[in-house]
């Protein structure tokens, strides 16, 4: 990463003492984001391994369907975003890291960092796609002396081996359509938002896990975080109070506006939770990773006193409590709900175990330290009840105490993903993952989010309300939308298509002036075209001109320039 030097602003913002109105306009976003192959000769995006088109993809190679994918992707991410100048994601694919169940899918993230540059927070850092959209240019352009990335933006890299090296995510394969038919497949085009979106702005500059800001000073993305805990915002922690904060378990919330505003349409109301009612000493709210077997949690939820199942142990030995064999203390289960440790079998063979003995629900206690606990997968459309797994900490203190009770529900006062005020949660899990705390959504987020840190299937190609938060966060930090990319935000533009740089040309005359831009978002063009569409005669257009032309002189043009556009509104033919 690097700092800048405070630059000038790209355009003259000059407010002049006349009022516009505003022309109506369509809407119509505008970046370029083009993808530069990163590849060797035969690899990557280069590889010439034959492949049939599907999805909408109409390459028939490996290496012609990956480029159209990240293109697409691109091209979905440039017709949300606003910015005058190209951003480039150098891009590669590479063997990453990959076993049988689990496997690194890609990454990206902004090559360069700036602060102080024209639009920005001063003090604040900007990844480079970020901070060019707001100085209006771009920073580092190709060809820049000393850069060995030739001007991209993004890095962004993606694992090769799926699909192509036996014992990698077995039984599964990129999808390179970009219809989002993807099956059983890992849709490439969804990976490809997620990972572009962390070099766009979805990314803290907080190192982990020291909890100090990596380059002095925060980033615009840790300008949003708050901590419910300690009810401080990161910017006013210390380091090590960050350090703590960014493994506190689902305690870390975002307080941009557009987020906060998008939470209602997007995330729906119902939190899972563990409500301990007795003892006392354990009363309280307790996070829970929800099953995908067995009954949703519901409101008002399942009650009842919580015991310990046992069961035998498969060897031989003594009775165990992971429920993977029948419940051998049934009668005190029957009707309880049932704790049990996790281990030595599926979660979906425990919970038809404890099921068997007549449990009502079922508690997973963790068996290694972390928090917030994750959710459980299986499969067995014979489970009936409700089950949920708890942290190893909070799982040990319910089995510990006497005549525990507790409530299986879903909080609906809350959203899923939100805090008790309505905030997005960032995902904060203990212990901490260098790659994924604080610069995703929690994994709670329902409807899932193409921001958390794991790929769900039920996603959409959408970065916006009502399926996702992304682009509320993108305006958060900065991406503010400018359909005529000319540096006024739309919603105090005055003309929201403006026609900028060059000279004055009414009609078909050149006046030779050139075309000022204003701090209203209007240029001198867009001002004389105005006063054509609201005139009625060719007499009120000049009139109008010469009125506007009158209070431009002195200060910003010189009467020879007044006197050559007016001479050009004469000669045209308007209305």
Known sequence: MRASSLRNTLFSLVAVGVAFAAIPSQASANATIVIVNNDSPGEGFNDPTPRAPIGGNPGTTVGQQRLNAFQHAANVWGATLDSAATIRILASFDPLTCTATSAVLGSAGAIYGWSNTPGAIPGVWYGEALANKLAGFDLNPPGTPGDPYNGADIIARFNSSIGTVPGCL?????????????????????????????????????SRPSGAYIFGAPGVYDLYLHDDKTNKDWTAMTDAERALSMKNGRQVAWTGPNVTAG????????TPLLRINAPAGLAGIYPVGTASFGAALGSPGVTGDIVVATDAATAGGPSTTDACTAITNAAAVA???????????????????????????????????????????????????PSVRLSQSDGAAIKAAVGPNGTLALDLSVYAGADAAGRALVYTPDPVASGSNVSHWDTIAFRNQLMEPAINGDLTHSLQAPEDLTLAEMRDVGWYPDQ???????GSDQCANSVLGGTVVIASCDSGVPNTFFSNGCSIVDVVNQCGASAATHDDFTGCVTHFTNAL??????NKQKASIQRCAAKASIP
């Open 170 to 206: 077995t039984g599964s394969d990129w999808y390179y359509g970009i219809d989002n038919n993807h099956g059983a497949n890992t849709d490439l085009v969804t990976v490809l938002l997620h990972e572009f979106g962390h070099g766009l702005g979805f990314s803290s500059f907080v």
């Open 553 to 558: 002189k002195g200060g910003l043009i010189s």
């Open 335 to 385: 009707g309880k709900i049932a704790i049990v440790d996790r281990g030595a079998c599926g979660f979906a063979l425990k919970a038809k175990n404890v099921q068997n003995a007549g449990a009502i629900a079922m508690l997973v206690a963790d068996n290694a330290a972390g928090s917030p606990p994750a959710g459980m997968s299986g499969v067995d459309p014979t489970v009936v009840i």
């Open 484 to 490: 005529d990319v000319d540096g006024v935000p739309d």
């Open 263 to 270: 939470v209602p349409s997007v995330l729906s109301l119902g």
